[in-house]
């Protein structure tokens, strides 16, 4: 069913690094050349392309906006490293001193990297699930390695049998040329008595408003685009 509502062409290109990307965006400015009609998107540098010309991502233009709980949250992290490392009453050489802020100063930077890795581990098995579903492969992901991946696995799972989703789309590429950004979103899926909702998947402890804001990002695109509520 997905198929048919779907507006845009979309094209995966698979680069190798930054002197790719800038010849992808030369080969855009040259008219008549280099240019491939809809939407494209290049999973190496997470960069979309509209008509030959660069688009910014949802997620992207998110990131300028203002984090107050960034900067708490670092500061906590590197003072619970402290206070695991620093013994009262214990002689430490500056080599030790150093070492031991080094690893504070580094430490939320590790969880946050450690984070992002094990959900992007549980994000490809429920990809994979998912395009499963609607027939898009045969192919089956193995269970996630990392406890943490296999627990946020189950999760989907039992929130999939509890909510009974029937997908319409997966990994979709929407686009707004009103607004001029573009984004993929998670799924779309008509939902028993709740009607059809398009939604992203989101592996973090908290919730953020910044959700909010891209779900609505892709629904005014996904209207835009003509595919109606």
Not at 2 to 16: E, L, T, Y
Not at 59 to 67: A, N
Not at 90 to 107: C, D, G, N
Not at 183 to 209: C, H, N, Q, W, Y
Request: charged residues 30%; aromatic residues 10%.
């Amino acid at each position: 069913p997905g198929n048919s509502r779907r507006k845009v062409a979309q094209s995966i290109h698979s680069r190798g690094g930054r002197e790719d990307q800038d010849h992808v965006e030369e080969e855009s400015r040259e008219e008549g050349e280099g240019v491939t009609p809809g939407i494209v998107f290049d999973p190496v540098g997470h960069l979309y392309m509209l008509d030959g010309k660069p688009i910014p991502g949802v997620t992207r233009i998110l990131q300028c906006k203002s984090l107050p709980w960034l900067g708490p949250w670092m500061r906590k992290e590197a003072l619970e490293i402290v206070r695991k490392k620093w013994e009262a009453d214990t002689p430490y050489t500056s080599f030790k001193i150093a070492a031991i802020l080094k690893e504070a100063k580094e430490e939320a930077g590790r969880k946050s990297q450690a984070g992002i890795d094990v959900g992007k581990e549980a994000h490809e098995r429920i990809a994979n699930c998912l395009r499963k579903q609607l027939g898009q492969t045969e192919s089956v992901l193995e269970y996630p390695e990392t406890p943490k991946g296999a627990e946020l696995y189950k999760t989907f799972l039992a929130w999939q049998k509890e909510m009974r989703p029937g997908y319409m789309a997966v990994e979709e590429i929407v686009y707004s040329r009103k607004h001029w950004y573009a984004g993929t979103l998670d799924f779309i899926a008509d939902f028993p008595g709740r009607g059809t909702m398009l939604g992203d998947f989101k592996t973090s402890d908290k919730v953020s408003d910044e959700w909010g804001l891209q779900t609505a990002a892709y629904m005014i695109a996904w209207k835009e685009m003509g595919n109606g509520q």
